[in-house]
C-alpha cells in the first residue's frame, strides 16, 4: 500500500477547523498587507516565522533563509534607490539623494513581502485542498461534488490517455515523419479520448444512480468537526482582529515614513492593540508549545 | 422468506432480433448466496439490471418482478439493492476514500453524525482504516473494488448484486474479494447474488447455481447437483469446461456420490478411487535449441535514478515459434519485462536481442513492421476510430500498402479471426471478449513474427480463453513466437510451451509446463493439486483425466457409475 507523502509535519493548527483557520488567516493577512507599523510588522514577521518553523522539518527552515535573505536585501535596497522621498540624505549617487527614510521603508517593504510570502506558505500548508473543497462545499454544495468527481477523473483520464499512446507507439504509429504525421496522431487520441471519456461517465453515471443519486435533500458529509475549542478560537481571532482594526480606523497605531520617520505611539491604546495583533500572529505558535507541554507531561506521567 | 420472485420475464432491447432474456422464473430467499452463470452474452447482466430498476435498460418488457413480496415499481429507496459491477474504476465517483463511503448516504439524506458512524463501522468491518484518509486514485485494483463494495453496503442494503466483481482483479485479490463476499453472508446473513466466470473458488461457497443460456436459465439447483444437471441437457455441455477442477474431474470420470467441489475434496476422491500407480514417465528434458527469437540478457531496469530496481539481471531465451508464458506474483515485474522487450522502456543494463540483432540497431519503427506486436492489457486503448474497419485500416495505411490491397488484407484478417460480422460497429460496443479479438487483428495487420501479450485472458469467460487457446496455437503453427504475461496458471498450464517465474526482478524457473507446474507446491492449477500424491506430472484436468482412464483400461475396472449422481 501506497503511504501518503506529506511535506513537512502537520501542527496543532492543522486540527482547527477549516472556517476557524480560514477566519484567522484571513484576519491575518488583512493586517498584515495594510499596516505599515513597525511594531506591527515585528509582530508579523516573528509569528510568521515562528509558525513555519513549527510546520517545517529543521533542516528545512534554514536552507529557506538563503532564499529570504537576500530576497529581503534586494526589497530593502531597491526602495532608495529609486525613492528620494524624505528629509535625511545619507549619501548622494549620481547625483540623487539615498534617504534614511527611504531605506526605512524599503525595510519595512521587505519585511511586509517576506512576511507575507510565509504567510501564504503557512496557509498554504494548513488549508490543504480537500479543506477548502469543504469551506466551498458549505456554500454550493452541487459545486464541492462536482469539483470531487473532476479531481476524481483527472488522474483516470491521464493515465488511459498514456495507455492509448503507448498502445500506439507499440503499433508503430508515432512515426515522427514530419510534424503533419504527429499532429494528426495527437489529434486522433484525444478524439478518442473523447469518446472513451463519455463511455466512462455513463459508467459513472450508473455508478450514481445505483447509489440513489438524483434524490431530493442531499446532504454534505465531511470529516470536520466544529468543536467548541475551534468555536473559543474563532471569536477570539474576531476580537482581536476588531481590537486592531478599531484601534487604527480610530487614529492608533499610526505610522508614517515620509517626510520624515514618525516616532512609535505608547499611549494604552497603541499598546492595545499591539498586544492584540501580536497575540493574533503569535496564536498558532502557542497552540503548538501548548501541545508540546501537554504532550511533555503526559508522557512524564505515565 | 423469500426476498425477490421473477416470473415468466421477457426482456428485448429495441431493434433486437431477439428476446435477450426468455421466460425466466426465479426466486431468492433472504439470507441465500447464488451464483448466476453462463457463458458471456447469454444476459446474465441483463438480468441483474432489470432487478434494480434504477439501471433497468430500456426496451420490450413482459413479466414481474416482486421485490419482498411487493411490485419492485412500489418498492421504495436505491439503498435497498446493492449493485457492484465489473469495473472498479469507472464506479467510484469522489476522489477520496471517505467521500466514497460518504456518497450513498448523502444521497439519501441522512444526517451528518448518521454518516459519520456508519461509514466509521463500514471502514472498520473492512479493515480500510489504513487508507482511509487517502485518494481513491491512489488504490489498488482490489482495494478499489472492496471500496465500491464497501461503499454500496454502508447503505444497508437488503440484497446485494453483483456483475462479475472479479473480472478485472489478479487472483490474489479476487480471492480476497470472495472471501470478504463469503463473510458478508454468513456474519451478516445479507442475501447475495453473484454473476462470475471465475468459478473456482466461488462455487464451493455458494447455496445455489443458476445456470443461464441463451437469455433462459438452464439450471437451478445446489452446486454439488449442477455438474448432473448440465449433463443431463448435453453430454458434452460446453458450461462443464467452466466449472472447478474437482467438478471437472468428477464428472469426467463419472463418479459416484457426492460432487467433490474444493481441491481438497476432489483429493480426497482421486485418492479414493485411484492408486496412481500408472503414473506417466516424467518427461524428458529438452535441450536448449540454438534458434531463438527473444534473447534477454543480465537485464536491469528502473523507472527514475533513484528509484528501486524493477528488473535485476533478466536472462531467458525465448525459441523461434514457441508459446513462452512468464507468469508471477503483483508487482513481480513481468509488465515492466514486457515493455522493457516492446521498446517500450529502455534497459539500464544488460543486451535485449530481437531475431538476432540488438533492440537498439532497430531504427524508427523497423521493430514494429514485421517484427514485433504488442497487445496491451487493456484492449481498448488499441481503437481511436469510430468504425472497427477504420482502426483496422490505420495499419496498413502507415505501412504503406496500396489502398486496392488494404482492404483486402483487412478482410482476410477479420474472416481469420472471426470478426467480420463486427467490422462496421464502433470498437468500444463490443464485448470485452470482441474487443480482444479485434485488437489481436489489429496489431496481426502489422505481420509480426513475434507477440508479446499482456494479461490476454483478463475478463474473459471459459468459452473466450478457449477461444484465444485455439488462435495463439494457430499463430504458432503459422511460426509465430507467442510471449505471454499472466497471472492465470490454469490457461498458462493448457497454453504454453514453456512457462517462466518471475519473482522480485528476477526469473527463477524456466521450464515446460508440466515439469514447471509439478516442481511448484503453491503457485500451481487446481489440477495440480488435487493430483499430486498420485500423478505429479499431471496438471491439467485433461492430463488428470487421462491418467484416471489409463488406470481404468489397465486394471479392467469399469467405473460404471450412475450418471445421474444424486438427484
Known sequence: ?302 | MELLRVEDLSFRYPNAGRNALDGIDLTVQNGEFVLLCGPSGCGKTTLLQMLKKELAPAGEKTGRIFYAGAPQEDSADAGEIGFVRQDPESQIVTDKVWHELAFGLENMGVPTDTIRRRVGEMAGFFGIEGWFRQKTDELSGGQKQLLNLAAVLVMQPKLLILDEPTGQLDPIAAADFITTLQKINRELGLTVLLAEHRLEEIFPIVDRVLVMEDGRIRADDEPQHIAARLTAISPDHPMLRALPAAVRVWQEVRGKGECPLTVKEGRDFLHRHFTGSDAPRPEPEDPEKGDFAVELKNVWFRYEKDAPDILRGVTAKIRRGEIFCLLGGNGAGKTTALNVIAGLERAYRGKIVIKGKPIRSYQGNSLYRRNLAFLPQNPQTVFVRDTLRADLAEIPETMGIPKSEQADRIGQMANRLGIASLLERHPYDLSGGEQQKCALAKVLLSEPKILLLDEPTKGLDAFAKQGLREILRELKREGITLLLVTHDVEFAAETADRCAFLFDGEILSVDSPRRFFAGNSFYTTAASRMARGLWPDAVTCEQVVACCRAEESRTGRKTDFPAEGKL
Open chain 1, 1 to 302: 500500500m501506497k503511504t501518503v507523502v506529506t511535506s513537512g509535519k502537520s501542527g496543532a493548527f492543522s486540527a482547527v477547523h477549516p472556517a476557524a483557520a480560514m477566519v484567522y488567516f484571513l484576519a491575518v493577512l488583512l493586517i498584515s498587507m495594510f499596516c505599515f507599523h513597525p511594531v506591527l510588522q515585528v509582530e508579523m514577521l516573528v509569528g510568521a516565522a515562528l509558525f513555519c518553523i513549527t510546520l517545517q522539518k529543521r533542516g528545512e527552515a534554514l536552507r529557506e533563509i538563503g532564499f529570504y535573505l537576500p530576497l529581503f536585501l534586494m526589497v530593502a535596497v531597491t526602495n532608495p534607490l529609486f525613492s528620494h522621498n524624505g528629509v535625511t540624505p545619507l549619501f548622494f549617487l549620481n547625483g540623487n539623494p539615498v534617504t534614511l527614510e527611504a531605506l526605512l521603508y524599503g525595510v519595512s517593504l521587505a519585511v511586509s513581502v517576506i512576511g507575507v510570502l510565509l504567510w501564504c506558505k503557512c496557509c498554504g500548508r494548513v488549508m490543504t485542498e480537500d479543506k477548502f473543497l469543504y469551506l466551498f462545499g458549505k456554500l454550493i454544495p452541487k459545486l464541492s461534488l462536482i469539483l470531487s468527481m473532476a479531481l476524481r477523473f483527472v488522474p483516470v483520464y491521464l493515465r488511459q490517455s498514456r495507455r492509448v499512446i503507448r498502445a500506439r507507439k507499440a503499433m508503430g504509429l508515432f512515426s515522427g515523419k514530419g510534424i503533419t504525421d504527429r499532429v494528426k496522431n495527437r489529434m486522433r487520441v484525444f478524439v478518442a479520448m473523447i469518446s472513451w471519456s463519455l463511455e466512462h461517465a455513463m459508467e459513472t453515471s450508473a455508478s450514481m444512480r445505483a447509489r440513489g443519486y438524483g434524490q431530493k435533500g442531499r446532504t454534505n458529509f465531511s470529516l470536520f468537526r466544529f468543536s467548541p475549542a475551534d468555536g473559543v478560537l474563532l471569536c477570539g481571532c474576531v476580537f482581536l482582529l476588531a481590537v486592531v482594526w478599531i484601534g487604527r480606523a480610530a487614529g492608533f497605531a499610526a505610522f508614517s515614513y515620509y517626510p520624515r520617520t514618525g516616532g512609535i505611539g505608547a499611549a494604552p491604546a497603541d499598546l492595545a492593540v499591539y498586544a492584540a495583533f501580536g497575540l493574533l500572529s503569535l496564536l498558532p505558535f502557542l497552540l503548538e508549545v501548548k501541545e508540546v507541554i501537554v504532550w511533555s507531561c503526559c508522557v512524564s506521567k505515565i
